[in-house]
């Protein structure tokens, strides 16, 4: 161990080798040199101790335990009848008044007067009696659904019942009201008035006339940045931790964040209007009813004070304002954005990577068994460390098969209500001879107005799942089917008249540029043949991958190619989690690596973006299901991370010609390497409200 000691801070290459006696790639080196210096007791980046799980209501241990086998109910089931779940043109604007003291609804409903748009007013009803609202006087309310529940979790369970449904998926914006009485609030030392006075104030900077309501909307329109408003003197910071930092640290470790070094900012009174993704993506922390004992009256110290807290936390993280109603500035947003009847308008061209292996082939048939598809990998993964979301599983889609036409008008009607223009298609072909081509062959022939482009994807396919030449199943052969003939082979694609285009020229990717023997001459025959076939001009992209998976070897307008675009997580940043701190299984040799730390970095590398370059964000990246032990492992997704890496990604393409805004998604459906804007059982359509939310306005 004392000679492991003194290599820690030999070059990595270096201290490989002398390890291991092999000459390693960049990633693997990274990789081994990392696991070696834990094991050597060096500091490393993202190493912490292990925490000692909580005692808390919210405790990991407790949480994990509720989650073996069939999961906890998350919302009372006798909520799936609602009419207003899945309703067809919901409003934009949703309220949600929670009620526990019925006499004071009146004056809630009276204010409503004064909301100058269209709103749906969902109500959660704890009183223990029938509760009845007299919405008469309330012009723009446009369904009014009363849902009866426990008095359990004060305001907040019902609330995060709500999200857990999907009751709140619709909505842009969510004004949040209760009937709140607060008693307490008199003796309170450090913050002023009677419960009754927090209430009048709460209501009149939230609501009080119609011009002040659509100062708000106006804003929260303009302002892309804003997430929370509540009145004036009711954003609390760091004073007023009280007992819930360690229910709050809890509830995001869940989702794979630390509360260490975040700064507290949160609306007191939960009471306020709220970017809709805030509330939305709650249901990735899997809250339950369990979550919330039983309580005795406490003014804090309760998980409901914890979740409170939470949200602005998650605002943050999200890249959103939590602000007090007199630091919001006069905006002239349109209220047309809160009309159904209007169109949203993209400010980004979001194309997600499309994987078309979800359905059977003689070729999957032969190498890995009868009836082999994607979903045989992605339900054979078991978690590695607790918390892991292993096996990945597919919500409202279900277990699709590609070969039914009616998935692809669903992933159609969900792509277009949520910002995504088309699906960039993995297309496999190997000297000739095309693999898992017959989804996007349906599409062609079928009368679906879906948006579609290609990734040439000339890797290898081998055993292992990736790419390399050993064991490979079958491979490129340059030889038997020169490359130029790749075009001909999509021309029929190229054609059509829902291909990607950028400025008149169709999209077409090449995963592995450097494989092709003399790309740049291949390129230039592309380009003759499909001008040439009355196809016009092509727009041809490379993915930026590293030398070792044959990236870019020369300046890309030097090769012919108009441009690069990102494959994250390929040459992003790898930082390295120690296994210990999960309680990572003992034979583990994957990486195990940081989310957010890719993130932040892929950020800072959007500054200064050169114009021929084309960003990409990922959902995700964890491959378990297809290299269990030996998986990359990013740890730390979760949609409120993902909307921020949207929204910046979005702006640093926002000056660009319209044509030229393209940004990439990894992925829509790479579902055994989790990387899915689908929905799933555990997020729901988190990622595809935080692209939403981000994207479109």
Sequence with gaps: MRQLRQLVTAPAKSFVRALTGKELTRQAVRGRVQRLRIAAGARVAGHRPRRPDSQMPTSRSRWLARRQGRRPRLFPDRWRMSPVLGAPDPARVGVVMHVFFPELVPELVDQLRHVPVGFDLLVTNASGQPLSLDTSAVPHVRRVEVLDCDNHGRDIFPLVSLVNAGFLDPYRLVLKIHTKRSHWRGAHTELGGTGEQ?????????????????????????????????????????????????????????????????ELRFAAGSMYWVRGFVLQALRSLAIDADDFPAEAGQVDGTPAHAVERLIGILAAEAGLSVCERSGVSEHDGDLAVYDPASPCEPRARVVPFYLPQFHPTPQNDQWWGPGFTEWTNVTAAWPLFPGQEQPRLPDELGFYDLRDDLVRARQKDLADAHGVEGFMYYYYWFAGKRLLSAPVEALRSSGLDQRFCLMWANENWTRRWDGRSQDVLIGQDHDEVPATSFVDDVMEFLADDRYLRVDGAALLSVYRISQIPHYPAVLAHWRERARAAGVGELFIVNVDVAAEFDGLDRDAALAGLDGTHWFPPHNCAWEWIDYAELGMVADFSGNLLSYPALVADAECRLDGLDARTFPAVMVDFDNTARRAQRADVWWGSNPYTFRRWVASTVRAVADRPEQHRLMFVNAWNEWAESAVLEPSARHGRGYLLALRDAVLR
């Design 198 to 262: 927090w209430r009048t104030e709460l209501l009149s900077a939230l609501l009080g006339d119609e011009q002040n309501v659509t100062s708000v909307l106006r804003a929260f329109a303009a302002d892309d940045t804003l997430g929370l408003v509540t009145a004036d003197g009711s954003v609390l910071g760091a004073g007023f931790w009280g007992a819930d930092r360690q229910m709050v640290a809890d509830l995001l470790d869940r989702i794979g964040l630390d509360l260490d070094g975040r």
